[in-house]
C-alpha cells in the first residue's frame, strides 16, 4: 500500500510506516505478509472499509516488459467466500435494494434480493414500504447493503439497520437492460416474470456487484487460463434464484427475531445463553445447519406443507434405526454447497475435488436408507438424490486419494487416466533409476571404491571422485565442480538422461495441472446437480435433526390449523434445556384473544409468552414442539414489543423504541397475528404508562383483533381486561415460604393480587409496621381512599382475582376506612399523598426508596389528620 491508502491501513492496522524514493518524489508505504493477510484484511473490513487485491495476472517469465497487474478481488463484508474470513458455516447473505418506478414517479415499492456469494443462494422479493424491507431483510440479517438510484443515505439505514454497511454501487447496473442481461445469462431469464420491474434491477445489480468482487473476468484468467474472454465474469454456481412472496412465510421481523432470541444469544450478566437455533441443532453437516435456520427464517404459512415436514419427523421420530443411520452418513458430507461453487469459480484444488467426491459417494447409501421411507418429502428426496455416478467416476479416475494442496508441482494426477502422462512419469522413473544404478556401474568400471553419485540443486546429477582417484577418471568424465578434497564430474550420458528427466518431469507437471482443470471443469459443468443433491441432503438433514431433538426431548406432533391456542404442559424449547428444572404450562387462548398476564418480577411472564410464540414458529417451521399435546392455529406474524430496557437503538430514547415498535404492530398486525408486549408504557411515568396501556388493549381487542399477550406490572390493567368480552386475565404469583419469596411458575386464571412489591421490601427486612402500613395503602387505592368508598368493594378485577389474601383483606378493610375517617378533614392532603403513590413505579423501585417514601408519606398524612 502507497500513499494515502498506506497512512490510512497503518494507522488501521498498526503498521509501521516507512518510505520510499524513486523519480516520481518520496512517498509513504506500508506492507502486510501476503501469505497471512487475513488478520488485516479482517481488521480493515471490521472498521468498515472494503478490500482491493490487486495481482500480477501474467507469467513474467512468458510476457516481454512489464507483466500484467489486476484487482482480482475485492473483499467487502457482504460477499466473503474466504473459508478463514467466513464466520463459521452459516449464511452471509448481501442484500441489494432498488426503487420501483422512474425517476419522476418513485412509489414506496422495492424489489430487494438477497445473495449468498459463498454459496450462491439467491433470493428475490417485492415489497412495500420502507418498514417492509427492513423486516424482510432482517430475516436475512446481510452483513452488507447494495443500493442504486432512488435509495438514498436517509434511506438506506431505516431499510437495513444502522449496523448494516452500505455500498452504493454504479447505478447503470440498476438499469433495466442491463439488469435483465445479467438476469438472463445467470438464470435463463430475463427477469420479465418477475412482479415488479425492482425485483429484476435489484436482482441484477446484485449479480454485477458479485462480479465486481470477484474482480470481473479476471478471476478466470488467474491459475493459468487464457485471458477473459468477456463472458467469464459469470459466476456459474449461481443458478438458481428463489423468488418468494414474502406473504408465503410466517413475517418474523428483526425486532421479534432478536427479542424472541431465535439466532442471536443474548448474554446475561456476563452469561451467553442458548438462542433457539442452538437448541434445534442437531444437525451433522454444514448443509443441513444452514437449511434449519432458513426453516426457522421463514416458517410457512401453507397448512400442507407444514404438515409434510410434521410427516416427515414423525417417521423419523419413529425409526429410531434409519435416523441414527442418516445421522451417521450425513456428518460424513462436507459442505458440497460451498465447494461446488469453488469448484465453479475455479478456486477449487485437488482435495476439493475429492471430498466432492467422497460426499457423493455417499448418496447412494443415503438413497438405501431411505428405500422403506413413506412420508412424501422422503420420498421426495430419495427420487432427488442423483447419484451422479460421472462425476464420481470422473474425479475418482483422475485425481489420486489424497493429493496435495499445490496445483502445479504434480501428484495430483491418478496413474492410469492418462496415457500421455504415464509416459512421461515412466522416463522420469526410468531415467531416475538409472542414475540410482550409475554409482554402482561407474565403481566397476573405474574401479573407484569411493565414487560417488550425488545431486544438487545448483549443478543437478554429478560424480564426485576424491583427489586421490582423480588419476583413474575415465575420459568421457567432464569437470563440473572443484571441492576441497574433491572433484565433481557429469558425463554427456548423464547430462542427457538427467535433461530427460527434466524435460519429463516439467511436462508432466503442467499436463496435471491441465487435465486436472479439464477435469474441474468438468464437474463445473455438473454444478446445477451437484446443487440439487446438496439440496436434498441439506433438507434430509434438517428432518432428520428435528427428529432427533423431537425424539430426544419429548416434544408432540402439533395439529396445526386449529381456531385458537391449545397448548397442554408447554414448555419453553430453550428455558427448560438451560436450567435444570421447568414448570410446563398450559396455554389456551382463542383467536383474536386478549390475554393480560400479570405477576411479580421473575414469575415467569416473559418466559411464558416466548414460549407460546416460540412454539408457534417452531410448529410452522415444521418442527415437533416442547408439549404433551398443542393444537396451533397458523400464525401470519409475530409481533414482539418486549423488554423495555435492553434495546437502546440509534440513540433514540427507550420510550422512543417501544411506541415505534407499537406503532408498527397496531398498523401492521392481523387477526392472525400473534402479539406479545411486555410491560409497554414502562417508559414513560406511570400515568401515562397505565393510559396507554390501557388504549393499546382496548384497540387491539376492539379493531386488531389479534391473538394477544400483554404481560404488565400495571395491575389496574386487569380491569381493562375484565370489562372486554374477549379479554381474560391471568397470572402468575408467588408466595412467601420461610420468609423467601418462592415463585412456583404455575400459570393460574384470574388476575392475582397486587401488591407484591411490599413482599420485597418484608423480606428485605423492613419492618412490620411499615410493610402493614403500606399493604392498606395499597389495597385502599388513590380512588377509593379519596371518595370515601368502603374497602373490600367487588371491582370487577377483585372478582376474578386469586384469593391468596382476601382473609386479612377483610380485617385490613376497617383500619382503612377508620383512617379514611380520620383523614376526613385534610382530604387535600391525602389526595396528594394518593397522586404521589400513584406516580410511584413499582417494578422500578428499591426497597430503601419505598421505605424512604412510607416513612415521608407517613409524615404527611400525620400531619393531615
Ligand atoms: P418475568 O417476565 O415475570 O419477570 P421471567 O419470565 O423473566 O419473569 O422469568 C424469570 C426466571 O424464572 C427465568 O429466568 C427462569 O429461570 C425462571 N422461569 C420462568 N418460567 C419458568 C418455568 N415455567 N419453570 C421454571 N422456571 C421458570
Redo the contacts with the bound molecule.
Keep these: 500500500m502507497f500513499c494515502e491508502a498506506a497512512r490510512t491501513v497503518s494507522r488501521c492496522c498498526e503498521l509501521t510506516l516507512t518510505t520510499r524514493e524513486d523519480s516520481t518524489g518520496e512517498y509513504d508505504m506500508t506492507g502486510i505478509p501476503v501469505d497471512n493477510a487475513e488478520p488485516y484484511v479482517e481488521t480493515l473490513l471490521d472498521a468498515g472499509f472494503r478490500v482491493a487485491i490487486a495481482e500480477q495476472v501474467e507469467d513474467p517469465g512468458e510476457v516481454s516488459g512489464v507483466a500484467d497487474r489486476r484487482v482480482t478481488r475485492v473483499v467487502t463484508p457482504g460477499t466473503l467466500t474466504e473459508d478463514e474470513l467466513l464466520d463459521g458455516d452459516g449464511h452471509n447473505f448481501v442484500a441489494c435494494l432498488a426503487r420501483e418506478g422512474s425517476d419522476d414517479r418513485r412509489a414506496d415499492r422495492y424489489g430487494l434480493a438477497l445473495l449468498d456469494v459463498s454459496t450462491g443462494d439467491c433470493y428475490v422479493t417485492a415489497v412495500e414500504g420502507v418498514g417492509a424491507v427492513r423486516d424482510e431483510a432482517g430475516r436475512f440479517a446481510p452483513a452488507e447493503a447494495v443500493v442504486g438510484p432512488g435509495v438514498d443515505e436517509d434511506l438506506a439505514p431505516e431499510a437495513f439497520g444502522p449496523d448494516c454497511p452500505v455500498t452504493a454501487h454504479d447505478p447503470a447496473t440498476f438499469d433495466r437492460p442491463a439488469a435483465s442481461q445479467r438476469m438472463r445469462a445467470y438464470f435463463g431469464s430475463s427477469g420479465a416474470d418477475l412482479a415488479t420491474d425492482a425485483e429484476g434491477r435489484a436482482c441484477g445489480a446484485l449479480l454485477a456487484y458479485a462480479e465486481y468482487a470477484r474482480g470481473g473476468a479476471v478471476e478466470h484468467a488467474r491459475d493459468g487460463d487464457d485471458a477473459d474472454d468477456g463472458t467469464g465474469a459469470r459466476l456459474g454456481y449461481i443458478n438458481h434464484l428463489t423468488r418468494y412472496d414474502p406473504r408465503e412465510y410466517v413475517l418474523l421481523d428483526a425486532v421479534a427475531l432478536r427479542s424472541l432470541e431465535l439466532f442471536e444469544r443474548r448474554a446475561v450478566r456476563g452469561v451467553e445463553g442458548a438462542a433457539l437455533v442452538d437448541v434445534l441443532d442437531e444437525t451433522a453437516s454444514a448443509l443441513g445447519r444452514r437449511e434449519l435456520t432458513d426453516w426457522l427464517r421463514r416458517p410457512l404459512l401453507d397448512t400442507d406443507r407444514i404438515e409434510a415436514r410434521h410427516d416427515a419427523v414423525e417417521e423419523l421420530v419413529g425409526d429410531v434405526r434409519t435416523r441414527e443411520r442418516l445421522h451417521e452418513r450425513l456428518a460424513d458430507v462436507y459442505d458440497l454447497e460451498r465447494l461446488i461453487s469453488r469448484v465453479s469459480r475455479g478456486r477449487a484444488n485437488a482435495r476439493d475435488l475429492r471430498s466432492l467426491m467422497a460426499t457423493l459417494d455417499l448418496v447412494p447409501e443415503v438413497k438405501a436408507d431411505l428405500a422403506d421411507a413413506d412420508a412424501d418429502p422422503l420420498v421426495d428426496l430419495r427420487a432427488a438424490l442423483d447419484e451422479l455416478a460421472d462425476v464420481r467416476e470422473r474425479i475418482g479416475n483422475a485425481i489420486v486419494e489424497d493429493p496435495p494442496v499445490e496445483l502445479t508441482e504434480g501428484g495430483v494426477v491418478a496413474e492410469g487416466y492418462s496415457d500421455e502422462l504415464d509416459g512421461l512419469r515412466e522416463t522420469e522413473r526410468a531415467g531416475k533409476a538409472w542414475i540410482e544404478d550409475l554409482q554402482a556401474r561407474e565403481r566397476e568400471r573405474t574401479g573407484i571404491d569411493n565414487l560417488r553419485v550425488g545431486h544438487n540443486a545448483v549443478h543437478g546429477y554429478y560424480i564426485e571422485v576424491t583427489d586421490a582417484n582423480v588419476d583413474k577418471v575415465p575420459e568421457d568424465y567432464r569437470r563440473r565442480q572443484t571441492l576441497k578434497n574433491a572433484e565433481r564430474y557429469y558425463t554427456p550420458e548423464l547430462k542427457a538422461r538427467e535433461d530427460e528427466i527434466l524435460r519429463a518431469e516439467g511436462r508432466a507437471d503442467d499436463l496435471e495441472y491441465r487435465l486436472f482443470r479439464e477435469v474441474r471443469d468438468a464437474v463445473a459443468a455438473e454444478t446445477e446437480r451437484v446443487q440439487d443433491v446438496a439440496a436434498a441432503l441439506a433438507s434430509l438433514d434438517a428432518l432428520v435433526s428435528l427428529a432427533e431433538v423431537a425424539a430426544r426431548y419429548d416434544y408432540v406432533r402439533p395439529e396445526v390449523g386449529a381456531d385458537g391456542f391449545d397448548i397442554e404442559a408447554g414448555?419453553?424449547p430453550v428455558?427448560e434445556r438451560t436450567?435444570e428444572?421447568?414448570?410446563?404450562?398450559d396455554a389456551g387462548f382463542d383467536r383474536g384473544e386478549v390475554t393480560v398476564l400479570t405477576?411479580?418480577?421473575?414469575?415467569?411472564?416473559?418466559?411464558?409468552m416466548r414460549q407460546v410464540a416460540l412454539i408457534a414458529i417452531l410448529a410452522q417451521a415444521g418442527s415437533f414442539v416442547p408439549a404433551v399435546d398443542a393444537r396451533l392455529p397458523v400464525v401470519d406474524r409475530v409481533f414482539t414489543r418486549v423488554g423495555a430496557s435492553d434495546d437502546i437503538a440509534g440513540g433514540q430514547s427507550t420510550f422512543m423504541v417501544e411506541m415505534t415498535e407499537l406503532a408498527e404492530i397496531l398498523r401492521s398486525a392481523t387477526a392472525d397475528s400473534l402479539v406479545l408486549l411486555?410491560e409497554v408504557g414502562r417508559g414513560t411515568s406511570t400515568t401515562d404508562g397505565l393510559a396507554l396501556a390501557r388504549a393499546v388493549t382496548e384497540y387491539v381487542h376492539d379493531e386488531v383483533g389479534a391473538t394477544t399477550l400483554f404481560?404488565t406490572h400495571h395491575h389496574e390493567l386487569t380491569e381493562t381486561a375484565a370489562d372486554l368480552p374477549r379479554a381474560r386475565n391471568v397470572h402468575?404469583s408467588a408466595e412467601q415460604v420461610d420468609g423467601e419469596v418462592v415463585?412456583d411458575?404455575e400459570i393460574q386464571e384470574g388476575a392475582g393480587t397486587a401488591s407484591y412489591g411490599v413482599e420485597v421490601a418484608s423480606e428485605a427486612g423492613v419492618p412490620d409496621t411499615v410493610v402493614e402500613r403500606a399493604r392498606e395503602l395499597i389495597d385502599g387505592d388513590g380512588e377509593a381512599a379519596s371518595d370515601d368508598r368502603p374497602r373490600g368493594v367487588d371491582r370487577s378485577a377483585a372478582a376474578n382475582a386469586s384469593t391468596d389474601r382476601n382473609d386479612s383483606a377483610t380485617a385490613r378493610t376497617d383500619t382503612v376506612a377508620d383512617r379514611g375517617a380520620r383523614a376526613a378533614d385534610g382530604v387535600g392532603d391525602l389526595a396528594a399523598v394518593v397522586d404521589r403513590l400513584k406516580g410511584v413505579d413499582l417494578a422500578d423501585t428499591t426497597p430503601l426508596e419505598a421505605l424512604n417514601l412510607l416513612a415521608e408519606l407517613q409524615d404527611q398524612v400525620g400531619d393531615a389528620s
Design positions: 414448555r419453553h428455558v436450567q428444572s421447568f414448570v410446563p404450562n405477576g411479580p418480577n421473575m414469575s415467569g411472564k416473559s418466559t411464558y411486555d404481560a402468575f415463585f411458575h
